[in-house]
């Protein structure tokens, strides 16, 4: 396209990050917390609804002259008692700037009925002005509509959650980073692992790694974002390993590659076969556990310590649950456990929990802390809950903590959380 | 209806157990029902709500549009990745997605596609080269990515004996005509092999069969009659769009009702509301626009109310012939919606013969409003409906708002009602997020009992 200034119209606009932090200093949290649940749309609103109601005045007034008009304003929109009120006040105010002054109807020379409605995409209002005993005009504004609020605060009980990161696109991982000039969040979807630093209170992106692979990724995407010692961090997806460079600038060379993916952070851990088309693990363990490898396919897995071994327990495909501590293999049916699983340590109790999700209900899901006891699961903590089912869960590399992704049924965006266990709750 | 209502609902009822959460699992045969029976899979110019709604969905599995527009108007990567146009809209460039394949093995490149396309439309010239194709127009296409993704776009070949053969989540694999086709998962997708290995669709089954073999354990996915909201909330398992089709009255050209006072005081005296809470159980909004009001956000300025001392006043002394009103027999609520009407037009003194034989004066008519963009289903809905093409020049809402105010001023077509559609699952399926504008999401289902 050799023309000047072509309109690029380029998928979707990729949405402004935004970023908080819950938990540490109280204070310094609450006040930015409540400048953006508060204030700011608030602020927002009043800006916006204030251009759109000049814009509407304008128009009324071009039709109707200075004068007298009896107004009534019915809302149709998803809009609050509040906002209709503020409307109206800002609609009076510009109406009165334009000469147009508010009466009774039996004092009023023209009746002017406002509707504020919506589409799927905007606020349209709309103004129908009687200009003779059968004749109306109408006159139109739209203004784009706000983006769904933020999802609802942390509930700390004994598991607490704090919130990371929202996109649009699905996230597959993210894990927090410390580096020289302040922690990094990695952040990783089918597309990119994008690195982001905290400015103001938000999380500013500073640079996007972009996921080449020449295979076809399966639906229903799995990825595992692993922090490294001699380099900053590896990559896993289905039929695809990417390394990140060791110094800077962050660069991340992708491979179409079949090797097992780690089950644990830990270097030289048990290492799992990812089917390249599927969204679960083959079963193929090397090394295996103990002499265990050949486990059923499963979804995920987790690394229980015990005194001198280790505890395994699989999400089997078949939504089994398979405990293995390296000579046998325990099958747990029934649990209605999710698929996701991951281990958390938390000092309390034998040291690390098994972090489970439970409900899967499109609407509402939760996370729940179990501890093994005589290969019975006991629950260990009281649900976490979350306004969406949990599509992915994995152990952080510290092993003290977990990374939840969370799917928004009402807006669709999807939520990071790191996940912690606090003690003698 | 009622009848059909109740046994969807009390399958839902006893398959709505909730299990726990698991990802989505691979494998098994998705049952599906439709009330269409298709001799070819093909959509054809003029057809009835039904026939488009199923045949858009089979070919939606079969293959895939150049974009794809969600609910909110917005375009979508699908074959394309990225597009932009020049300042004046006659020109557009795409990117091509790589590496894609038809069913057959052979590439979908800019080249083919180009040609496909330039197939079905003489008015562009369309051209492929590289993983590049444009589209230019003597005339400016503002809305050309929503007229890419209707499925009438769909990039399809035929095999030898008519068969499509698209780059979609499956591929077909037996075709009874009229009776039964059969599909298998495409393992070389590129968004991804479909989770459940096949699907079977049984053609040609009214809705009461279909929600009678849903209750019996017998199909997974069907179509159902449109539901209130309040039906669809109680149950995971029935999903209703937000209203995609509208019901009107449409003048032929021929009518004896030319003067416009009898059209204006018909569309007065139509009592829209007890239609559709009475004869559609609460399903769809009256309507006195073309557009929904998800679409364009001002419906409230096309008044649904009747007014029938205007009507008469309209009317005034003058005679008015006898009209015929007919309607689409195998539209199960329009009978009855033409008699209310009838009854209707009676109270302000216009006799409506509701008829089936001989050339009608109106017609009672249901079209689909095909796309989230509003400028679309408008050109879409004045093409199906006889009348002038409306000038727009872009989605602005004044554009919009002056271009339907036009159309419907023209006094052929009296709105009356917007109506969803819906369908229901069994409770093995899972994953059943089918889009609010209708469309099914069969290649993201799984199936809960299938190991």
């Not at chain 2, 488009?52 to 375009?75: E, S």
């Not at chain 2, 093995?428 to 299938?450: F, H, K, M, Q, Y």
Request: hydrophobic content about 45%; some cysteine.
């Amino acid at each position: 396209m050799n023309e000047a200034s072509p309109t690029t119209r380029y998928n979707q606009p990729i949405p402004h990050m935004h970023g908080r932090w819950s938990g540490g200093l109280r204070m310094g949290w609450l006040a930015p917390f409540l400048l953006a649940t508060a204030v700011l749309p608030s602020l927002l609103s009043a800006t916006v609804f204030g251009d759109a109601a000049r814009q509407l005045a304008h128009k009324i007034a071009s039709v109707t002259g200075p004068g007298a008009i009896s107004l009534e304003i019915a809302n149709r929109s998803s809009l609050d008692d509040k906002s209709v009120s503020d409307i109206r006040g800002a609609l009076e105010a510009q109406l009165r700037t334009e000469g147009v002054r508010i009466a009774q109807p039996d004092e009023a020379q023209r009746s002017v009925e406002i509707t504020l409605s919506e589409s799927l995409r905007e606020y349209v209002w709309s103004a129908q002005i009687m200009v003779g005993a059968d004749e109306r005009k109408v006159v139109l504004i739209s203004t784009p509509r706000a983006p769904s609020a933020s999802p609802a605060s942390a509930m700390p009980l004994v598991l607490r959650k704090s919130f990371l990161f929202t996109q649009e696109q699905p996230i597959l991982d993210a894990a927090l980073v410390e580096m020289s000039g302040g922690p990094r969040l990695l952040v990783l979807d089918a597309g990119k692992v994008a690195a982001y630093h905290q400015q103001a209170g938000r999380w500013e992106q500073e640079s996007a790694l972009a996921i080449t692979h020449s295979r076809t990724f399966p639906r229903d995407l799995r990825g595992r974002l692993l922090l490294r010692r001699d380099h900053l961090f590896d990559v896993h997806l289905p039929g695809t390993i990417c390394r990140s460079s060791v110094t800077a600038p962050l660069t991340l060379a992708c491979n179409d590659s079949d090797d097992p993916w780690p089950l644990t952070a830990d270097e030289g851990a048990v290492r799992a076969s990812f089917a390249p088309a599927r969204n679960f693990f083959t079963g193929a363990l090397s090394p295996g556990i103990g002499k265990v490898s050949n486990a059923p396919s499963f979804y995920s897995a987790a690394a229980l310590p015990r005194s001198g071994s280790v505890l395994w327990i699989l999400a089997a495909v078949d939504g089994s649950l398979h405990l293995l501590d390296g000579t046998t293999d325990q099958v747990i049916r029934g649990a209605k456990w999710g698929s996701d699983l991951a281990a958390i340590g938390s000092g309390c109790g034998t040291g690390t929990q098994l972090l489970v999700s439970e409900s899967g209900d499109p609407a509402q899901d939760s996370l729940r802390a179990f501890e093994i006891a005589d290969r019975d699961p006991v629950a260990f903590s009281a649900p976490l809950e979350f306004d969406g089912p949990v599509v992915a869960l994995w152990t952080e590399g510290s092993g003290s903590a977990a990374v939840a992704i969370v799917e928004r049924p009402d807006t669709g965006w999807y939520e990071a959380y790191r996940i912690s266990v606090v003690c003698g709750s | 209806m009622r009848h059909i209502a109740f046994l969807l609902f009390a399958a839902a009822s006893l398959l709505n157990s909730a299990a726990g959460a698991t990802r989505p699992h691979y494998g098994g045969t998705l049952r599906v029902l439709l009330q269409g029976a298709p001799e070819n899979l093909d959509l054809p110019a003029g057809a009835i709500p039904t026939d488009y709604w199923d045949t858009a969905r089979l070919l939606a599995m079969l293959a895939d549009n150049l974009i794809r527009i969600d609910a909110a108007g917005h375009a979508q990567p699908a074959l394309a990745l990225t597009w932009q146009s020049d300042p004046t809209g006659k020109r557009w460039q795409f990117t091509i997605r790589h590496g894609v394949k038809f069913h057959d093995g052979s590439a979908a490149s800019a080249a083919t596609i180009a040609q496909t396309l330039g197939d079905r439309h003489a008015d562009w010239t369309v051209r492929g080269s590289g993983d590049s194709l444009t589209i230019e127009s003597e005339n400016p296409l503002p809305s050309l990515l929503a007229e890419l993704a209707l499925p009438r776009n769909a990039i399809l070949k035929r095999t030898a004996t008519g068969l499509p053969v698209g780059t979609g989540p499956f591929r077909v694999s037996e075709f009874q005509p009229g009776r039964l086709l059969k599909l298998a998962a495409n393992e070389e997708s590129w968004a991804g092999r479909p989770f459940v290995d096949g699907v079977e669709i049984d053609l040609g089954h009214s809705l009461r069969d279909q929600a009678i073999t849903l209750e019996l354990g017998k199909s997974d996915v069907i179509e159902a009659p449109p539901q209130p909201a309040a039906l669809s909330g109680e149950s995971q398992r029935i999903r209703t769009s937000l209203p995609v089709e509208l019901m009107a009255l449409v003048f032929s050209p021929n009518s004896k009702a030319q003067d416009t006072r009898v059209r204006d005081a018909l569309a007065l005296a139509i009592d829209r509301k007890p239609i559709q809470a009475v004869l559609l159980k609460g399903a769809g909004e009256p309507a006195a626009s073309i557009l929904p009001n998800w679409m364009t956000g001002y419906s409230a300025v096309f008044p649904t109310q009747a007014n029938l001392q205007r009507a008469r006043a309209v009317l005034a002394d003058s005679r008015q012939p006898a009209l015929t009103l007919n309607y689409d027999p195998r539209d199960p609520q329009a009978q009855l919606i033409a008699e209310r009407i009838a009854l209707n037009a009676r109270e302000v003194g216009i006799t409506l013969q509701v008829s089936l034989s001989g050339p009608a004066d109106v017609s009672l008519v249901r079209i689909v409003l095909p796309s989230p963009d509003p400028a679309t289903s408008l050109r879409e809905a004045a093409r199906v409906l006889g009348l002038p093409q409306p000038l727009l020049h872009g989605n602005a809402v004044d554009d919009l708002y002056t271009a339907e105010r036009t159309l419907l001023d023209g006094h052929a077509v009296i709105p009356l009602l917007h109506l969803p559609v819906a369908s229901a699952v069994s409770g093995r399926v899972r994953n059943w997020e089918p889009a609010r504008t209708g469309d099914w999401n069969v290649s993201d289902i799984w199936l809960e009992d299938w190991r």
